[in-house]
């Protein structure tokens, strides 16, 4: 391994990927392998939640990795490895939503079309309770519409709530992959909860009646 | 939007701050005692909670089992360019180019010291007496004539032939 100053030093010391990562910039055996094994499943996640759909997540998280690989040789240890990582990744999610938005597609997911797509909301709120499929419906369309609700902020708040709700990032962490100051991100953290609690606020009680348990292993 | 709590934006702010355990000092204390004394402000803070909470419904998606494979498969094209820029194949037609190179030059050894060897040599000039070189200049002098015509006295089998051949007028117009 190369020489490293003295604040990759430290860093590599306390963050374990980012000594991983400077492993992958010194073309060291199966460390790129460890870290894709170590992010996958959160980078996935987290395109998931930004863009809505698992095939095209899994491009994009993998379109992140091939890019971490390209520019590992240029890879210093300023910040946590996972700080490089998501900007990266937010990066390249907001021109895909940005695209998106400009020349809007059809969207051909199962919850926007068909039998099965979403209902209205007055089906769900005076649906009798009690019996376990309905429950169960309860629950599925509960999580069209939060995610509905997700789809509405704009491309930033949306950013912003996945890397703080899902990626347990504090301001500060979310502010540096968003290139924001800590300030704006309170702000925007603040408006997407506001958008967020009125977009659901005829779900949040359910008529009186206790919310469902969140789905386990999904 | 409906706000029934009567908060300005920074309050707003300070709020969903707290929630989230990001204000600390005299402006969490100050949020506190808001909420304290506004039961608007708390059924606000509360709507904000549970909307958050909501989003745990949200699925959380695992990368399907080829991910990896795809991925490593996807960087294993990229790594010869990255770190070997030759073409393949460079390096094993180099060791054969010197595989032929090195037997050119064997072989061209041996020829030349079996020829060497082989080869009878004249005694070296220094070796000679005066005497020795004068008795080998007249016997080269003397056989000149058989030294000219070595190659036709290659062909004949017997000097018997040649001295026939001599002889005889085989072709008629020799005179």
């Known amino acids: 391994m190369g020489a490293i100053g003295e604040t990759s030093a430290q860093l590599a010391i306390r963050d374990p990927d980012t000594r991983l990562m400077l492993g992958v910039r010194d073309d060291e055996a199966g460390a790129f392998e460890q870290l894709v094994a170590n992010y996958q499943s959160r980078l996935v996640g987290v395109m998931h939640h930004l863009v809505g759909n698992a095939a095209e997540a899994e491009d994009l998280a993998q379109e992140v990795f091939l890019r971490v690989y390209r520019a590992r040789k240029k890879y210093r240890a300023r910040c946590k490895f996972s700080t490089w990582l998501f900007t990266i990744a937010n990066n390249l999610a907001l021109n895909v939503l940005r695209t998106r938005k400009r020349r809007p597609a059809v969207s051909l997911s199962l919850r926007d079309s068909g039998p099965l797509g979403a209902r209205p909301a007055e089906q769900l709120v005076t649906a009798p309770s009690g019996s376990q499929p309905i429950r ?12 509905e609700a997700l789809d509405k902020l704009n491309e930033r708040q949306r950013l912003a709530v996945v890397l703080n709700k899902f990626e347990d990032m504090n301001y500060a962490e979310v502010a540096e992959v968003m290139g924001l100051t800590v300030k704006a991100v309170k702000s925007l953290l603040c408006r997407a909860r506001m958008n967020l609690r009125d977009a659901l606020k005829d779900y949040v009680f359910m008529d009186g009646q206790p919310i469902p348990e969140p789905p386990e292993g999904e | 939007m409906a706000r029934q709590a009567n908060l300005n934006n920074d309050e707003w702010a300070d709020l969903t701050a707290y929630l989230d355990g990001e204000l600390d000092g005299n402006r969490a204390r100050s949020v506190e005692a808001r909420l304290n004394r506004d039961p608007a402000v708390r059924a606000e803070a509360e709507a904000l909670q549970k909307t958050w909470q909501m989003l745990d419904y949200l699925p959380q998606p695992e990368p399907s089992t080829a991910f990896t494979s795809k991925t490593l498969e996807r960087v294993s094209v990229m790594r010869p360019a990255v770190a070997l820029p030759r073409p393949p194949g460079f390096k094993h037609s180099w060791i054969y180019g010197a595989g032929w190179a090195a037997a050119l ?17 004249p005694p070296p000039a220094q070796s000679l007496t005066q005497s020795d070189a004068a008795a080998l200049e007249q016997s080269l002098v003397q056989d000149l004539r058989v030294i000219e015509n070595k190659r036709l006295y290659e062909q004949v089998e017997n000097i018997e032939f040649l001295k026939e051949l001599a002889q005889q007028d085989l072709f008629g117009d020799d005179g």
């Open chain 1, 136 to 147: 169960r419906m309860q629950r599925q369309e509960l999580t069209t519409v939060i995610r």
């Open chain 2, 105 to 121: 030059l064997l072989a061209g050894s041996v020829g030349f010291t079996g020829v060497s060897l082989l080869s009878p040599r």
